[in-house]
């Protein structure tokens, strides 16, 4: 391990820099902070080498102290620590020479990757930096005047990188072959995706490129397998809603809708349910548009347009596999609609999401898709609507008075105040930390299925549902009042909402 000893140095009191390599094969990881003594603290895997730790003392030329952690712990430790030890930003900030491509590194862990390919290097920067922050998509952008990359943190995007415009087809280029595409076709769309472990964090990236004027337009749609494990008790669901959710599970048929716009955390509320629902005395079956996270235990099927296979065709084939839970990605049109209505009655329970506003609006979405009252009636358990809002730094947020015409909004007492976004470097100067859930839910009961059968409006069905539960709005007001989101933030749901109430 000489080798080691020149690379390690002591970036920081309590960091030292130590190879990525090096770290994973010998089981140990900076954990960024000092023991009573001061000595840097260095997390242990349980099988770690320990004779490792005299050549990183040696190294280090100081005293250190140890952590032992359970394996999971240090694998999280490990990506945590080098995704952000300014790998990426050296690669994002640096010079890039794009004469020599150089082949695809063989690793499958981009941390571990000593490829000095400038595009490779690049992509894997680029990569690293977005698991790191929390992105959810890498736009890569040509135009004219450059290649832009912009990227989506909790659902607002910002410019992280420009570059010139020669650079746009080398990247573009590598990226098609890291997901298998065709790269000599750009004149039509084309979907793929790259599997990819960042320090034992498991990735699937989709990769969805669109021709353009400037060139080819591509979107990595970063999805970390871990979400799929979360539980219906992490949702942060409201007590009433997390009871209507439940009990609509609890159902031995009929339907459940989750309904909002592209991205509002639909998708993960169903993979909840799943997971709630997955006890192995079920039967689960799912069609989707794509597989967002495997879950075992479940058998889930891809619909595939080019061979005929949509979602009523995939269905319909499901329904003959003997299924207890059923799950469509998404009810696009009135064919999907009424095989899924038909799987309610025949003693199924039907899991689906619809794009409308609210929950109201999903009952007048199926009449617009030709199902019938009655049957809406009698199949529907459950709606739920919901959003994303981002929350307020914790360290940098200030309070506020709103102007006369936000409280007016808002509904706020005469003289509020109120909480705003400032932005410092704990936050990346956005003042927003993260996102938490906004819900609403109708709950089908007797009078709502009679004003259902009678073909009543939608408010009539509001104003029984949400005479005594809280609606996206009012979900929204409460989280400005307790200072976890700032006016602006609960305004874009207000104002998407229309209706007042």
Do not use: W
């Amino acid at each position: 391990m000489s080798d080691v000893a020149e690379d390690v140095a002591v970036a920081a009191p309590f960091a030292p820099v130590i190879p990525y390599a090096f770290a994973k094969r010998a089981g140990l990881v900076p954990l960024g902070t000092a023991d009573a003594h001061g000595r840097p603290l260095i997390g242990l895997r349980p099988d770690a080498d320990r004779s490792a730790l005299v050549e990183l003392r040696r190294a280090m030329g100081r005293a250190i102290a140890v952590e032992p952690l359970a394996a999971d712990r240090f694998e999280q430790a490990l990506s945590d620590h080098y995704a952000i030890d300014g790998q990426a930003a050296a690669l994002l900030g640096g010079a890039i020479g794009l004469d020599d491509l150089g082949e695809l590194p063989s690793s499958e862990d981009l941390l571990d990757s000593a490829d000095d390919a400038p595009a490779i290097r690049l992509i894997n920067g680029i990569i690293a930096d977005a698991v790191r922050q929390g992105v959810s998509d890498i736009h890569v952008e040509p135009f004219e005047t450059g290649l832009v990359v912009r990227m989506r943190i909790d659902g607002v995007l910002s410019e992280r990188l420009r570059l010139p415009a020669a650079v746009a087809p080398v990247v573009v280029s590598r990226i098609k072959v890291m997901s298998r595409l065709d790269i000599a076709e750009r004149r039509l769309p084309q979907d793929g995706r790259i599997g990819l472990s960042i320090g034992g964090r498991l990735l699937d990236v989709r990769v969805s490129t669109l021709p353009g004027r400037a060139g080819e337009r591509v979107v990595l749609r970063i999805l970390d397998k871990e979400a799929a494990g979360i539980d219906t008790d992490q949702l942060g669901m409201p007590p009433a809603v997390d009871r209507a959710f439940r009990a609509a599970l609890a159902e031995p048929n009929g339907i459940m809708l989750v309904t909002g716009p592209t991205g509002a955390g639909k998708t993960t509320t169903l993979y909840a349910a799943l997971r709630s629902l997955n006890d192995g005395s079920r039967n689960i079956l799912t069609v989707e548009d794509p597989i967002e996270y495997a879950v075992d235990g479940v058998g889930q099927t891809q619909v595939n347009p080019k061979v005929g296979l949509d979602f009523a065709a995939g269905l319909r084939a499901i329904l003959r596999q003997d299924p207890d839970v059923v799950m469509v990605g998404e009810i696009r049109d009135g064919e999907t609609a009424q095989i899924a209505t038909q799987a309610s009655l025949t003693g199924h329970l039907v899991l689906s999401t619809l794009h409308t506003n609210d929950a109201v609006g999903a009952i007048t979405r199926l009449r617009d898709m030709k199902v019938e009252p009655f049957l809406i009636a009698s199949t529907l358990r459950a709606v739920i609507a919901q959003r994303l809002v981002r929350r307020l730094c914790p360290v940098c947020s200030i309070a506020d008075t709103p102007s006369p015409a936000v409280r007016a909004a808002l509904k706020l007492k005469r003289d509020p105040t109120v909480r705003v976004a400032r932005g410092c470097e704990a936050c990346g100067h956005i003042g927003y930390r993260g996102r938490i859930g906004l819900f609403e839910v109708i709950r089908i009961d007797d009078t709502i299925r009679a004003i259902i059968n009678d073909d009543g409006d939608e408010a009539a069905i509001a104003k029984h549902a949400f005479a005594t539960a809280d609606t996206l709005a009012k979900a929204a007001r409460r989280l400005v009042r307790e200072g976890v989101t700032s006016p602006d933030e609960a305004l874009r749901i207000i104002r998407g909402d229309g209706a007042d109430d």
